[in-house]
């Protein structure tokens, strides 16, 4: 039996994760931790009784604390980032799911590592942010970071097998988002309920803003350059609007090997739990003939500045990736509350970009400490209405 942690439970992946642990005999949960969603913690709590929750967001602490009482729950419990840090770190747990949003989740994985976790990693914003640290930390500590993304999934399953020197290059499949062929004049005009419905997934609302502007594109390039230890020359992203190859790699002898599946991230997710093992489906079957054709396309990286200026972070490299990761979440933040427009979230993330420049070197109180700073500026000096 694998005992497994979910930090960030309430999510969709956090959802989704719950999905494969009910339908796969071999998973089971001890600890959770949610934000501020109290009715699905309610739920966790009678469905799957963990020994340990947490509760991160101040604001509901009292309504916690009560609805722990009122179902007696008998358990662990803690909160805030301390909460998070014991959640991933309980010691009779093997594998953690980070699937918390942002660059919160960089802290609590750290911890895990530390404490000879495997992580199942669908929180991107951790290895873009100090992605360097964490895989040397996972070397360190000979834990496993095995991949949730649907992308970085295909690309993990697609080397097995294979040795690094063979591999040519990887390439990451995108879905184009709901503005796809559009130009930069439509997204002058795009509003947050345009942005915040992707044709192909149903995410949390920063990821589906990401998808629609390619900065999730752009993640997962600075995200796959830390799993699989490739240069940026190696990476190439596609369009492919059908979301059916989640991603390729291609070898030294120009093979290139596809996963492909049904667009679930239950596929993925139980992967990550099982590897090396593959389990019975949880994830619908994919029916190729019903789909008849896959296509591909360049991305249009002149509409869609931001998936370039993460290669452009990313070839900078030391605290440039960390800089474009808080920037972009404090813009999307800022973009959800009708703060700023949505065109303006790339012009944000580039200006901040060229104003924190030459940081010096990368270490885990520096990320942290210029996440603090980047938001800040951000907040400062973009917010307009
Ligand atoms: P959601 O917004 O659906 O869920 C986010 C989770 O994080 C919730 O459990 C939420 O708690 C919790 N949370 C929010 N803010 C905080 C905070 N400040 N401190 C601690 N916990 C917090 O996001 P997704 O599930 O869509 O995405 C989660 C991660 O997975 C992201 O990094 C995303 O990029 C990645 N990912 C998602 C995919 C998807 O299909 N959704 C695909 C690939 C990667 P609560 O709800 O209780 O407030
Ligand atoms: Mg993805």
Redesign the pocket.
């Known amino acids: 039996m694998k005992k497994i942690s979910i930090i960030?439970?309430?999510?969709?992946?956090?959802t989704q994760t719950l999905d494969v642990i009910r339908k796969d005999s071999g998973l089971s949960l001890i600890g959770v931790?949610?934000?501020?969603?109290m009715s699905?913690l309610k739920e966790i709590i009678m469905e799957f009784h963990p020994t340990a929750v947490a509760i991160?967001?101040e604001k509901h602490y009292e309504e916690a604390k009560e609805l722990l009482n009122e179902l007696e729950f008998q358990g662990e419990v803690s909160f805030g980032i301390e909460g998070?840090i014991h959640i991933a770190t309980l010691h009779e747990v093997d594998t953690v799911v980070t699937?918390?949003?942002?660059m919160?989740g960089l802290k609590p994985t750290v911890e895990a590592i530390k404490a000879g976790k495997n992580i199942a990693l669908?929180?991107?914003?951790t290895l873009v942010a100090a992605g360097e640290i964490v895989m040397a930390l996972a070397d360190k500590y000979h834990v496993s970071i095995l991949p949730?993304?649907?992308e970085h999934s295909a690309i993990f399953q697609s080397l097995q097998g294979s040795r690094h020197e063979e591999v040519e290059k990887i390439i990451l499949t995108a879905s184009g988002g709901p503005f796809r062929g559009r130009d930069k004049a439509y997204l002058k005009t795009v509003t947050k309920e345009m942005a915040l419905k992707h044709p192909n997934?149903v995410?949390?609302?920063?990821?589906t803003v990401d998808s629609s502007t390619m900065m999730n594109k752009g993640l997962e390039v600075i995200e796959a350059r830390w799993l699989f230890d490739v240069g940026y020359d190696n990476i190439e992203v596609y369009v492919h609007p059908e979301s059916i190859i989640h991603s390729m790699v291609q070898y030294r002898d120009n093979s290139i090997i596809a996963q492909l599946g049904a667009p679930d991230?239950r596929l993925p997710i139980q992967y990550a739990l099982n590897y090396p093992h593959r389990a019975l489906a949880v994830a619908n079957e994919l029916d190729l003939l019903k789909i008849g054709n896959l296509s591909f396309q360049k991305p249009d990286t002149d509409t869609f500045r931001l998936l370039d200026l993460a290669y452009t972070a990313g070839r900078r490299g030391g605290l440039q990736t960390a800089v474009m990761n808080s920037a972009n979440e404090e813009a999307v933040e800022l973009f959800l509350h009708d703060r700023i427009r949505y065109y303006r979230i790339s012009e944000v993330v580039e200006e901040t970009m060229d104003q924190f420049r030459n940081l010096g070197e990368i270490t885990l109180d520096k990320v942290l400490e210029t996440d603090i700073q980047v938001r800040d500026y951000v907040r400062r000096k973009f917010k307009e209405v």
Not at 8 to 14: H, M, N, P, T, V
Not at 33 to 37: F, I, L, Q, R, Y
Not at 122 to 125: F, G, P, R, S, V
Not at 203 to 207: R, S, V, Y
Request: glycine share 14%; charged share 15%; no cysteine.
């Open positions: 960030g439970a309430s999510g969709s992946i956090g931790s949610v934000h501020s969603n699905k991160t967001s998070l699937s918390l949003v942002g919160v669908a929180n991107k914003e949730v993304d649907s997934w995410m949390g609302a920063k990821i991230m």
